[in-house]
Nanobody
Framework: VQLQASGGGLAQPGGSLRLSCAASGSLDYYAVGWFRQAPGKEREGVACISSSGGTQYYAASVKGRSTISRDDAKNTINLQMINLESEDTAVYYC??????????????????????WGEGTQVTVSS
């Protein structure tokens, strides 16, 4: 499975962006999520959603400002972000891990267990 992220770009503080991740195959049995890496910082988890879509988990830094969703009919994962802050500037990566388990913080702590990574998409929040 190949993942292709899109939707990044330049946004103003307080603005919004919608990131999408298109998969070349089915993600029915995969939990999926988004990570980001800012310059000089380690990669961190942003949001994730279980294979069933029944559970979602968000990093504290984006909780309340982000919504992750999945459309298994189209093999896509979306991340809607509002009230963008300069600290959201980073390269965003989508990721998939084969599991039927509910998601929580463990997903963000499992980068070595990720089965598929997408290429990143740059998000820059600046006025």
């Amino acid at each position: 499975v190949q993942l292709q992220a899109s939707g990044g770009g330049l946004a103003q503080p307080g603005g919004s962006l919608r990131l999408s991740c298109a998969a070349s195959g089915s993600l029915d049995y995969y939990a999926v999520g988004w990570f980001r890496q800012a310059p000089g910082k380690e990669r961190e988890g942003v949001a994730c959603i279980s294979s069933s879509g029944g559970t979602q988990y968000y990093a504290a830094s984006v909780k309340g400002r982000s919504t992750i969703s999945r459309d298994d009919a189209k093999n896509t994962i979306n991340l809607q972000m509002i009230n963008l802050e300069s600290e959201d500037t980073a390269v965003y990566y989508c990721a998939a891990l084969r599991t039927g388990a509910p998601v929580s913080g463990w997903f963000f702590n499992s980068p070595v267990g990720i089965d598929y990574w997408g290429e990143g998409t740059q998000v820059t929040v600046s006025s």
